[in-house]
T-cell receptor, first 113, second 112 residues
């Protein structure tokens, strides 16, 4: 049972361009997290944004959260070939006592030199 | 070095065999998780544990078993009842449920 759905499924851009990925979810959340996965590796946490926050920055990453639309976006500015990876959003559902995250299917980002 | 480790990196299973995947963390995290990832897919939760000596089934627990006898360790056994075990298995841990998860490097399980 997946909560988040990333859009687009795949994104291909040139180095130096910005990359925007979106995540939509269905139920109210405590927080939303973005992770990155290089091919054949484990996931790496990028940013956690809580339900009372609207925007967070980390280096070249900018995450926004719109709880009224149940959606989030991840912007990578001035992309590099090394940013090529899959990006996943994950949500912590509000009111859940299960203590787990719900991951989306991911966006595959390819950055061409 | 603090972190989460998984072994082996590759594992081969014969028909009818049970195999165990290791996951160890020295981050002093209470919660641990096992996920399965198939090619081009997202993560599906197999089992998770919020505290020592307690664990819960995830979305695809059939054919798998776990134990949590120590805080640092959360091994996953893929039993012969799991008919399609070929996948990439990821272990993760977090300080508390719902918070940031830290992932191991993964184990790729292949069937001979």
């Amino acid at each position: 049972s997946q909560q988040g759905e990333e859009d687009p499924q795949a994104l291909s851009i040139q180095e130096g361009e910005n990359a925007t990925m979106n995540c939509s979810y269905k139920t109210s959340i405590n927080n939303l997290q973005w992770y990155r996965q290089n091919s054949g590796r484990g996931l790496v946490h990028l940013i956690l944004i809580r339900s009372n926050e609207r925007e967070k920055h980390s280096g070249r990453l900018r995450v926004t959260l719109d709880t009224s639309k149940k959606s989030s976006s991840l912007l990578i500015t001035a992309s590099r070939a090394a940013d090529t990876a899959s990006y996943f959003c994950a949500t912590d559902r509000r009111g859940s006592t299960l203590g787990r995250l719900y991951f989306g299917r991911g966006t595959q980002l390819t950055v061409w030199p | 070095d603090g972190g989460i480790t998984q072994s082996p990196k590759y594992l081969f299973r014969k028909e009818g065999q049970n195999v165990t995947l290791s996951c160890e963390q020295n981050l002093n995290h209470d919660a641990m998780y096992w996920y399965r990832q198939d090619p081009g897919q997202g993560l599906r939760l197999i089992y998770y544990s919020q505290i020592v000596n307690d664990f819960q089934k995830g979305d695809i627990a059939e054919g798998y078993s776990v134990s949590r006898e120590k805080k640092e360790s959360f091994p996953l056994t893929v039993t012969s009842a799991q008919k399609n075990p070929t996948a990439f298995y990821l272990c993760a841990s977090s300080t508390h449920p719902g918070e940031t998860q830290y992932f191991g490097p993964g184990t790729r399980l292949l069937v001979l």
